[in-house]
């Protein structure tokens, strides 16, 4: 990205069209928008996906003669339609003989320069531009322009809503149901119009409608509407003389509405007289652009870097998935984001590595991603139950209700086979949900969210925990059995008969944490709510006790003079990595390459991706000290050092999401391998590095993941002691930080990074002071005020 700011890409390559179209898609939070040609028909190398945030739908499939149930993100009627011809000619179909893609990602513009030749040789030029208003997000346009170069006479114009399509985007997904939408009500008017509403099953009514306008040479023509519609499929084609030279501009301004919307009766009256009442394309845009104009404000983070580029493409995508528009409703973050069908849609605890970015910049957005855990308490109580335990048990991935929607099988493509998954006993899950709400609170102090929404999960969290963990005697220490860590290569032992590992090293030490955390949220919560939840959940004194007790004494393994990944970690074999990385290039798959061997990963060690290291990343190295001496462990910073360079040499990154982590632990004790990881995490998606994956949608915890390593990483800002403290380690590249956050209420405090100083400044009209410190020094900043420390 040679330009900081414009995402572009030259000429066709059927290799990259998918991964060009999930890079270069438009979305505002509400829906996005995959970046297909118009023309172009989901199959080969295209995937004209369109998803609306939280629209999931279940389907039965049957493999290997068992039915399994699975929810899928639907893709939504394909709004994008738009093709040419000259009277009698091929309608085009791509691809053009020349184009240029053009993603600008100041104003969230995708731009198409392109042009055309029929069988012929009647040239035509093509512009088209498209937007998900981020000003109005229940509209989305797309303006064509098309300018015969050689030719003059009858140009037609075919535009479609198309709600016959499926979910067909992953091809490892072929063979499962893929069918969520019925075709309700639909009609192509005389006058250009067209609507059309869909539902899925559980009975969500989806509304597309839109109108036209058409312009030659600047002023608008009428053009002769010829429409046809069947079910679930609505076309008309415009018709006008042209000449050469003579710019035709076609807008196609589409207004979706669902049932589920707030505010909205008839989803299908709203989507046509939303459609209706829009402006033009321009006065649209215009809206837009501001709105993006003010998100960038924002989000501002200016670095003295070079190649910036990759940077605002992560935050583009964040933003295009997580704005005010999704935190209307009521949706998760999908880990793929809302660009593609991969991990069907659902929502695992990648929001962890998001939230870190938005509680200090948008805490609104992360309040509501919470609210949303919160809502589904019922759904983890209900697990929790079906375990034989007390508590809540949020499920590794959902979607719509809070379900577990974890696979039961997948497919292994090398071998063909179609194996048992048990990612489900990730239980760790539950701790993040745990973290995110303490971070929440200790980055906004929003205690209100706390005592009304945010402790009753925490301490159902912590019950889960408490009834979870087994007494052994022989050790004296509790233990957490039959669970997964992060590390989703390993999900059993290779001499056991059932799935799940024992005392995973960062679910025990995090459940630690969340037992100290539930204690302290009852203490800080204002009495009378505090004795409202104490009788609602029937907490009696000895419960918090109890946790204190478990907290203390679960058990983490130790091998080598480092932390084990778990109990009984130092019985698996070493794999001979030399070999296998002579055989193998690419390693990131080894569970699927042994696999395929007839051999199984979980005999060795090797790690698809961080996880002991997790522990570094979620907690400061003082805090992961205190944590594990509270256990009972002596730590310090060479346990830390041992245990990373363990297993970074054990950790193939089979995840994006384990160069973020990398990068973060590296940072104090190798920088110049911590900026390797960050670049890798930081460019993830834009150079498709999981070969092949993002074409299925990006890799949202990545993407923020590599944005929060300059944000509070490389600056080393934490918030403890109620202040705001900065310990910064700028990588050789990174020359300064500049950027701007919001802490406690306070909606401005810039804060700028060099090598020599660090410099923080409060917005004039807070309200009150804020405590700064930089190393060791602190000091309080009133409003207005600035304050430079040296290094
Ligand atoms: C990773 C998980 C992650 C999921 C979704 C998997 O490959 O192992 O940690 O949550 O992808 O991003």
Redesign the pocket.
Known sequence: MPDPWRLRYTGYAPAEEGLREALCAVGNGYLVTRGAAPEAAAGGEHYPGTYLAGCYDRADSEIGGRVFTHEDLVNCPNWLPVTFRCEGAEWFTGPPVEQELELDLRQGVLTRRAVCVDGVGRRTRLVQRRIASQASPHLAALETVLTAENWSGRLEVRSALDGTVTNAGVPRYAGLADRHLTPLRQEACPDGELWLEVATGPGRRIAFAARHRVRAGGRPVEAEVRARARPGLVTQILALDVTPGRPVTVDKVVAVHTSHDPATGDPLEAARQLAAEAADFDRLLAEHALRWEQLWERLRIDADLPGLGPLHLDLFHLLQTCSEHSADLDVGIP??GLHGE??RG?V???ELFVLRVLNLRLPELARAVLRYRRRRLDAARRAARAEGRRGASYP??SGSDGQEQSPQVHLNPLSGRWLPDH?HL?RHIGSAVAYNIWEYYRATGDLDFLAEAGAEPLLEIARYWASAATHDPGRDRWSIRGVLG???YHDAYPWAREPGLDDNAYTNVLASWVLARARDALRVLPERRRGELTERLALDAAEPERWQEIGRRLHVPFHDGVISQFDGYRRLAELDWETYRRRYPDLRRLDRILEAEGDTVNRYRAS??ADVLMLWYLFSAGEVRDLLRRLGHPAGYELMRRTVSYYLDRTVH?????SVVHAWVLTRCDRRASWRHFRDALTADLVDAQGGTTREGV????MAGAVDLLQRCYTGLELREDALWLDPQLPWALGSLDLDVRYRGHRDVRIRVDRHSVTVALGADAERPVRVGVRSTAVALRPGESHKFAL
């Open positions: 880990a793929r991969a991990y659902h695992f605890w990648d590794w991935q990612t990730q992060p590390d989703e698809k991706q089979g995840s994006t999401l384990s890799h949202l915890g990545a």
